[in-house]
Structures are given as C-alpha cells and as structure tokens.
C-alpha cells in the first residue's frame, strides 16, 4: 500500500513538473510575442452614444489591440485549463501568499463593476480600439495567479530576459527606421503583416512602436530600463 502511494505520489509530482513546464514555455513565449502583435481589422462597434465622432456606432478600424487581445484570451484560458488539471489530476495545492487575497477582493470589485454597469458590451472588451474591458483585467489577474503558482526553472529565468530584449530591439529599431526617410508600410512583406489585402489600401502613415500610442512605449521603455539595469 506503501509503495502505490508513493507511486501515485511521485506520478503527481511528474505531472505538476510537466505541467509548470508547458505553462513556463506559455507565459515566456506570451511575454515576448503578444506586445509584437499588428494587424489592421475592422470591427462593428455599438456605442451608447458618446458625442466624439470616433466613437459612434459603425464599422471602425484597428490596428494595436484587437488580435493582441484574442492571443491574450486564448492564452489566458489555456493557462487556466492548465492549473485546472494540475489541482484536479496532480492533486496540486495552491501556494499560500500575500497576494491571494488582494488578488480575490480586485476579482469581485470587477465582477460587481461588470454587473452594475449600463453598458455591458463595453464594459466586457472595452472600446474597439483598446480592448481593455473586464475580460481583459480578469485574464491580466489570472496571469498573475498563475504564474505565482507555476515553478520557473534557471532556463526559463534567462528566456524571460531574451523575451524583453527582442521587444526592446524591435521597437526600438521601428522608432529608428520611423525617424528616418523610409517608410516601412510600403515594403509589401510588411503591408502583407499589417493588414489583410482587402485593408492594404488603407495603411498609411508611419509606425513608431508596436504599441497603441507613445506612453506606451515610454512605459515599457521605463520598465525594460528598471529590469535590464537592476539585474
């Protein structure tokens, strides 16, 4: 009886390692690949009436947020799927910390905003341009929790940092190029990236960044600057 227990025991613990394993490869691979997501996609949005023209009901197009959102949810609920199975098959404990509780309270305050609010659709996904509604926030709290129970081992640590840097180097070769005569949305390999074909026509400008606006980039260049200089 000893050593059945001992075999189901040492079996949950391989499944937990592989476990943590697929979902370290997951959140370092998000980490790297979601903030490099572009595409140009049009979205039928309903608007509850705001006067900005911008914002009336209509087709509007986006750029920055909408397939980095779909990667962000697929990703989340694959995530979640993974804890899932590890507490139900690997008979995986939750680890006890400091950050359970305010994690709860943040999750009920949304879901009670979520309830009380007059506008549902936007309060689930946001405007067709941000993308940053309840679902998104609750996926953002559930990487968080998940990651505070996912064992990260020494090469996943150093992939972490090769996933900022390729993020850093990106943008900060598009800000170069955008400062320069060239325009990189008339290279077609890039308008094939950026855009379906029916959408190509449509781009136009310069790209700075690979994210929605300039703070955005300030802030991560902010965040990447604290991370790579306090190692």
């Given amino acids: 009886m000893s050593r059945n227990k001992k075999a189901d025991r040492s079996s949950q613990v391989g499944l937990i390692e592989k476990a943590d394993r697929s979902a370290a490869w997951l959140l370092v691979a998000l980490l790297g690949f ?24 209509g087709l509007h197009g986006d750029f920055f947020t909408y397939y980095k959102w779909i990667f962000l949810m697929a990703a989340a609920l694959y ?21 359970n509780i ?14 009380t609010a007059d506008f549902h659709t936007i309060t689930l996904t946001g405007l067709y341009n941000q993308h940053e509604g309840t679902l998104t926030y609750l996926a953002y709290l559930s990487l968080l929790f998940i990651s505070a ?11 972490i940092g090769t996933a900022l840097i390729i993020i850093t180097l990106v943008n900060m070769l598009i800000a170069l190029v955008s ?3 060239h ?10 990236i950026l855009a379906p074909g029916s959408l190509q026509s449509s781009i136009h ?27």
């Avoid at 995530?79 to 950050?99: M, R, T, V």
């Avoid at 305010?102 to 309830?115: F, T």
């Avoid at 290279?187 to 094939?192: F, I, S």
């Fill in 149 to 159: 129970n996912t064992l990260f081992k020494e090469p996943f640590v150093r992939w």
């Fill in 102 to 115: 305010p994690l709860l309270l943040l999750v009920l305050l949304i879901l009670l905003s979520a309830m």
């Fill in 179 to 181: 400062l320069s005569v």
């Fill in 183 to 192: 325009d990189i949305t008339e290279v077609q390999l890039v308008k094939n």
């Fill in 34 to 57: 979601l903030p490099l997501v572009v595409r140009a996609t049009t979205i039928n949005f309903i608007s509850p009436g705001i006067y900005a023209p911008s914002l009336d009901t």
């Fill in 79 to 99: 995530l979640n799927a993974i804890l899932l199975y590890k507490i139900a098959f690997g008979k995986y404990e939750i680890i006890p910390s400091y950050i």
């Fill in 205 to 231: 400008g310069t790209i700075r960044s690979m994210l929605a606006h300039p703070n955005y980039s300030s802030g991560l260049s902010a965040a990447m600057f604290a991370f790579f200089f306090s190692r």
